[in-house]
Structure formats: C-alpha cells, structure tokens
C-alpha cells in the first residue's frame, strides 16, 4: 500500500494553532504502530496548516521514513529556485494549496506551482471545499498537473471536480470521516470518468475530523 495522506505532527518541531486548535503529537512510532497490520510500502508526508512553511519537520520525517516515502509541503512565497531544489533533493514532490485552512494568494500560489513545475516537476495538490471551485476552477484548471484532497469535501462541487478530472485532475479519497458527501457515489463517479484519478490515503491522525481512519 502507498499511503497518499499522511500527517506527522512530532514535537520536536513548531507548530501553531490554527482556528484555535493545536494537534497533539502523531510521531512516525505512532503511524507505525497503528498501520502494523497493513503492508505498507511508501506513501506521502503532508504538510497541515499547523506547521506553516516550516520544513524542518518534513526533511526530518522523509530522511527517517527513508525510500518510498515523498512529502508535500506549503511553501513561502518568497522562497527560491535554490530552496525549491534542496527540497526536491530531500524528497518534496508537491506543494500545497490549502485554500480551505488558510488565507491564500491564490495568484501568487499559482506562479509559484509553475516555477516548481518547471524546475523539478512538482505537481499541485488542492485543500479546497467543493462549494469554491466553481470560482477557482478556471486558476486551478491552469495547473499542470494537480490533485484535490478529500474527494472535495461536499456534494456541491462534485461536478466541477468530475471536470477536472475529465481533464487529468487526480483525487484524494482521504477524509472519509470529514466529508459531507455520499462516499461510495462519488467514488464510484470519479472511478467512471476516470479509473486512474483515485489515490488512496488514511489522513491519519485524522485531526478534527468526524472521525479517524479506520
């Protein structure tokens, strides 16, 4: 199994609060532990809305996770093409936009995901409530190659994200616990517009979710 969603909040690492609330610890030892009785081979280190653009925590996790293993990080928009290439070197293949958490530029965002595109190759992946894609979809649409989290969270969006993955968007089926949707529908709509969209991850630890991975 490669498990596409994965958080890791280790305390030796800041982190801030988001809307009031603050995760507590899930080490690398926790997710091993609670995952023991799957096989599983690699998967994707995602940065959440507590850890900011910090990316210490994230080389950290990569280089003890080791082969297999990728991240996903919020990148400050200042940063360089210097810094863009040490990530990738530490094993970054993504950025993320999350629309959903946090205030964001989208524009900025944007240029920014070409630049890395360019120059390592990274995709896109997209935090986004279904309800704002239809105002975001002609930016997000301009992305050469993205993902959207959590099967776009509601209902509403859903033909808008069935387009886009019409035109190669990927989809999460993460966050079961956390959606407001049918699940089994909409998985079974984006298998049919395109059997290759979905990837499967826990999203552990499932942080303010209805309720975790099981």
Not at 29 to 53: E, H, L, N, P, W
Not at 172 to 193: E, P, Y
């Amino acid at each position: 199994m490669f498990d596409a969603h994965v958080h890791i909040f280790d305390p030796r690492f800041p982190l801030a609060e988001n809307d009031g609330y603050l995760p507590g610890p899930f080490t690398i030892a926790d997710y091993r532990k609670r995952m023991s009785r799957f096989d599983i081979r690699g998967g994707a280190v995602v940065s959440g809305s507590f850890q900011g653009t910090d990316q210490s925590y994230l080389k950290a996790a990569l280089s003890e996770l080791g082969e297999g293993w990728v991240g996903v990080t919020a990148l400050d928009l200042e940063a360089t093409d210097e810094e863009i290439v040490d990530l990738d070197r530490a094993g970054v293949r993504a950025l993320r936009f999350n629309v959903k958490r946090a205030a964001a530029d989208i524009t900025a965002m944007t240029l920014q995901a070409l630049r890395a595109h360019d120059l390592v190759g990274w995709h896109v992946e997209v935090y986004i409530d279904g309800k704002m894609l239809t105002s975001l979809q002609p930016v997000i649409s301009k992305l050469p190659a993205f993902s959207i989290d959590h099967l776009g969270m509601s209902d509403e969006g859903l033909p808008y994200l069935l387009d886009l993955v019409d035109r190669g968007a990927r989809v999460k089926a993460t966050g079961f616990g956390r959606v407001s949707m049918n699940v089994a529908n909409t998985l079974r709509r984006i298998h049919a517009v395109n059997p290759e969209a979905l990837m499967f991850g826990t999203d552990l630890p499932g942080t303010r979710a209805g309720r975790p991975f099981r």
